[in-house]
T-cell receptor, first 113, second 108 residues
């Protein structure tokens, strides 16, 4: 089954404790991206990757890192999480870019205390 | 940067009603997406349009490139259609810009 898998689905943690949210897709997609969703603000892009070893900042990259060492994986790293990063996070992928059908993961709800 | 406006923000309908959700954007695009987000949180892509009209079951999406406007129609609405519907636009490889969503409740 074609899917985008995020882990964990839920995480409560404390300020400053490094965490990684994993994202994996099994559709051989070149384009992957991370979004955060906040009430009243909608979805905003954090980082995106057009292909392996190619990543770029989205609209709200501060406090986040990503890597794309393999085509299927695109982890989101919070080196020193802060409470303002409490949010619902989505990973998405598509065959070649944002102007093609997007496939979303189920979301990761992060709470930073 | 593109500005995306959706209307209405909230919509309550009786089961069986015909529903229209609108999306307007400010700058020319190469693709417009309609997404559905159920209360559990997951996001599903419903349509991607660059021109004309697409239909899938009871859902119809249209786009007018000249007027920078798209509509999502739901015929014979059902309580399971209750969700947030999100419009997103993109041009080439620039990041998608999302509307804030329309919350639809369909009452039996």
């Amino acid at each position: 089954e074609a899917q985008v898998t995020q882990n964990p689905r839920y995480l409560i943690t404390v300020t400053g404790k490094k965490l990684t949210v994993t994202c994996s897709q099994n559709m051989n997609h070149e384009y992957m991206s991370w979004y955060r969703q906040d009430p009243g603000l909608g979805l905003r892009q954090i980082y995106y990757s057009m292909n392996v070893e190619v990543t770029d900042k989205g609209d709200v990259p501060e406090g986040y890192k990503v890597s794309r060492k393999e085509k299927r994986n695109f982890p989101l790293i919070l080196e020193s999480p802060s409470p303002n990063q409490t949010s619902l996070y989505f990973c998405a992928s598509s065959f070649q870019g944002p102007d093609q059908p997007q496939h979303f993961g189920d979301g990761t709800r992060l709470s930073i205390l | 940067k593109n500005e995306v406006e959706q209307s209405p923000q909230n919509l309550t309908a009786q089961e069986g009603e015909f529903i229209t959700i609108n999306c307007s954007y400010s700058v020319g695009i190469s693709a417009l997406h309609w997404l559905q987000q159920h209360p559990g949180g997951g996001i599903v892509s419903l349509f991607m349009l660059s021109s004309g009209k697409k239909k899938h079951g009871r859902l119809i999406a249209t786009i007018n490139i000249q007027e920078k406007h798209s509509s999502l129609h739901i015929t014979a609405s059902h309580p399971r259609d209750s969700a947030v519907y999100i419009c997103a636009v993109g041009k080439g490889n620039t990041p998608l810009v999302f509307g804030k969503g329309t919350r639809l409740s369909v009452i039996a």
